[in-house]
């Protein structure tokens, strides 16, 4: 069975970090793409970042480049994002999907729930 779960999320002020965790069961993230997406009060879907699980690359939206970064812990199957410098314009649902940026925006099969992020003073 796929899961993804996330953790992490939590309400913190503006300038603030928080680390997510995203633990994945069902298949190994070192052979596929994962990305994380946020859902703000906007009307979609925000992608946020990406790796390549087999290349160890990783990319990021130009609104978190240099504040934010993705990492993995293949022993542990885990996603991370590192979340520094957060801005109230961060405020979202965060989640990992299996899939690169494309299908994660339009809607990959496999996703967890996610966790929340509140920025705020």
Known sequence: EVQLVESGGGEVQ?????RLACAVSGFNITRTFMSWVRQGPGPGPEWVSQMNGISG????ADNVKGRFTMSRDVAKNTLYLQMNSLKPEDTALYYCARGNKGTAIL???????GTQVTVSS
């Open 57 to 60: 690359w990783f990319d990021y």
């Open 14 to 18: 503006p300038g603030g970090s928080l």
């Open 107 to 113: 809607g990959s099969t496999y996703r967890g729930q």
